[in-house]
């Protein structure tokens, strides 16, 4: 059983990760830190991916005409996570500027402040 | 697979530092850990022989989205409050718990780290094709930067296309007067 996880150490990492940004994007009341937890969730699949494609005893994809032979981890989830990476933070960016468009609407960044004013409107 | 002990102190390192993002008051706090989360995070994907991912993730997460976060909070407000710790919000840790748990029942199913039979090589011809024939066909060492920018060339336009979207739309929804 120990070894069991020991031999998965990372994939439970990724587990608990996920667990802890889910909490932060349901239960934070700041809209800032339900941002930081998306951002969360998102590195913990990233970490989920670059593990997947990792071989013992391997190097990392770089290969000359000479070093073809030897074992490499795989490309081709690293090109996905890159692609993955570049979108996220563009993803965040438009989320933030939303943020604080409602600030300058609302003037909190507290969602239950926020639909305390739209009730009371 | 043996674990190392860089490892095992690098992956305590990462959920302490997710734990600390969680559970600040402070939201400057939660972005200066988050910030060092990220940090974390890169040199975990290095082990793993991802030095292409380990480097963006350096430059962009641990760069790019603090700034961002960092200006969002100088346009808004702080709230800083006298607490230190967030109030723990008990029926939400049950949810993420029994997300992570079942997540974690799926893990005994995956072949272990590292192994032949790791899930990315389920398919070898293929894997193995790019690292076969990337320098005889592109003229570059680096596979990834050669599926990146020469065999998934439309791919990555796609992206840039993306990002140049999101550009226009952040200054759509900022209009002219916040700037001011």
């Known amino acids: ?121 | 697979m043996s674990v190392s002990l860089v490892e095992v102190s690098l992956a305590a390192f990462v959920i302490l530092a997710a734990i600390g993002t969680a559970i600040f008051r402070d939201v400057m706090a939660a972005i200066v850990v988050f910030a060092a989360y990220s940090l974390g995070m890169a040199v975990l994907y290095t082990l793993m022989l991802a030095p292409d991912v380990a480097m963006t993730e350096a430059a962009i997460g641990a760069g790019v989205t603090t700034i961002l976060l960092i200006v969002t909070i100088a346009k808004t407000n702080r709230s800083s409050a006298e607490e230190l710790i967030e109030v723990i919000h008990w029926p939400a840790v049950v949810v993420a718990g029994t997300f992570t748990a079942v997540v974690a029942w799926t893990v005994f199913e995956f072949p272990t780290i590292g192994s032949d039979e790791a899930i990315a090589w389920s398919n070898p011809s293929v894997t193995q094709h790019y690292l076969t024939y990337t320098y005889v066909e592109t003229g570059v060492t680096n596979a990834v930067t050669a599926v990146l920018a020469a065999y998934r060339g439309f791919d990555t336009f796609g992206e840039a296309v993306v990002v140049f979207a999101v550009g226009v739309a952040v200054l759509v929804v900022l209009d002219r007067e916040v700037f001011t």
Do not use: C, W
């Open chain 1, 1 to 121: 059983m120990i070894e069991a996880v020991a031999d998965r150490l990372l994939y439970f990492v990724v587990a608990v990760l996920l667990g802890i940004g889910l909490y932060m994007t349901v239960a934070s009341p700041n809209l800032v830190k339900k941002v930081i937890g998306v951002n969360l969730m998102q590195t913990a699949v990233f970490l989920l991916f670059v593990t997947l494609a990792f071989v013992e005893g391997g190097s990392a994809p770089v290969v000359s005409q000479e070093a073809v032979a030897g074992r490499h981890a795989s490309p081709l989830p690293h090109v996905i996570v890159l692609t993955a990476i570049v979108v996220g933070v563009a993803v965040t960016a438009l989320a933030l500027v939303l943020i604080i468009r409602l600030y300058v609407g609302f003037e909190s960044l507290r969602e239950d402040v926020i639909q305390e004013v739209r009730r009371n409107d």
